[in-house]
């Protein structure tokens, strides 16, 4: 599966969801992350974000692709984070 993920982290916590994130995904620009996961690392990456999230004061939002068939990415300006292996 295709996974995009925003989020918005309190101050003190957004370096260490950074890693985390930057354990499971693409990194592509400032709080935006994107790739394939298998379902076991998607489940393993929401743990590790659960662990490190206030659910009353932080939030991740996490789009699910099942297939990039129909999907298209276009950057306008400059591109923060380049990786070959995105869409």
Wanted: proline fraction near 1%; hydrophobic fraction near 40%.
């Amino acid at each position: 599966m295709y996974i995009i993920l925003v989020y918005d982290i309190g101050q003190k916590r957004v370096q260490k969801v950074h890693k985390i994130l930057k354990k499971y995904l693409n990194w592509v620009q400032n709080s935006v992350f994107e790739g394939a996961l298998t379902e076991g690392k998607f489940e393993a990456m929401k743990i590790d974000l659960g662990k490190r999230m206030k659910p009353e004061e932080d939030s991740i939002i996490i789009y699910t692709l099942g297939s990039l068939k129909y999907t298209d990415r276009e950057i306008i300006g400059i591109e923060k984070n380049s990786t070959d292996n995105l869409l």
